[in-house]
T-cell receptor
Framework: GENVEQHPSTLSVQEGDSAVIKCTYSDSASNYFPWYKQELGKRPQLIID?????GEKKDQRIAVTLNKTAKHFSLHITETQPEDSAVYFC??????????FGTGTRLKVLA | NAGVMQNPRHLVRRRGQEARLRCSPM?????VYWYRQLPEEGLKFMVY????????ESGMPKERFSAEFPKEGPSILRIQQVVRGDSAAYFCASSLNLGANYGYTFGSGTRLTVV
């Protein structure tokens, strides 16, 4: 069945450094890839997304890249800050409503 | 313009009891999606409902779980005879039309603890 693999499961970076989280999807029909940030005890919140007809998208300190051929997409956070500490989930959507989520990356930004 | 509302936020049930989770979609939305998040895991699709209809329940366990979205009132996810493995956070999202142009906005979730 459809699957999304996410790496690493945990990531610690120094404040100001960059963080990169990578995901791989299995369903070649996937056409939309959102990223969510979840703080402890709260709901996942959409932070950025990318569609299959675009290779890269940037929003201030965060960016997402997509390689359709390799079925890879990545989240890049630059100039990390302590408030970036959270669990990040990638997801893919092949049809119109069902999302497959990765298993999450726990990011810790060390001050 | 309230977002997706879920209640209760926290629910504790003893093994064998029933759990009822409610989801009120955003105003005007008639499509509701339920996802479950087990501890330390990502979200997993459970069920997609339109008003009075279950469209896709492929992610919902065949036994003990049921969902409805009546003409009036919130969507209800019902878990009968709960077991410890049902302990999880249950999130719902809604949309105006089938699917959504953008990723879902989830409600605050219901955290179910089975003791």
């Amino acid at each position: 069945g459809e699957n999304v693999e996410q790496h690493p499961s945990t990531l610690s970076v120094q404040e100001g450094d960059s963080a990169v989280i990578k995901c791989t999807y299995s369903d070649s029909a996937s056409n939309y890839f959102p990223w969510y940030k979840q703080e402890l005890g709260k709901r996942p919140q959409l932070i950025i997304d990318i569609r299959s007809n675009v290779g890269e998208k940037k929003d201030q300190r965060i960016a997402v890249t997509l390689n359709k051929t390799a079925k890879h997409f990545s989240l890049h956070i630059t100039e990390t800050q302590p408030e970036d500490s959270a669990v990040y989930f990638c997801a893919s959507r092949a049809g119109t409503y069902k999302y497959i989520f990765g298993t999450g990356t726990r990011l810790k930004v060390l001050a | 313009n309230a977002g997706v509302m879920q209640n209760p936020r926290h629910l504790v049930r003893r093994r064998g009891q029933e759990a009822r989770l409610r989801c009120s979609p955003m105003k005007g939305h008639s499509h509701v999606y339920w996802y479950r998040q087990l501890p330390e895991e990502g979200l997993k699709f459970m069920v997609y409902l339109q008003k009075e209809n279950i469209i896709d329940e492929s992610g919902m366990p065949k036994e003990r779980f049921s969902a409805e979205f009546p003409k009036e009132g919130p969507s209800i996810l019902r878990i009968q005879q709960v077991v410890r493995g049902d302990s999880a956070a249950y999130f719902c999202a809604s949309s105006l039309n089938l699917g959504a142009n953008y990723g879902y906005t989830f409600g605050s979730g219901t955290r179910l603890t089975v003791v």
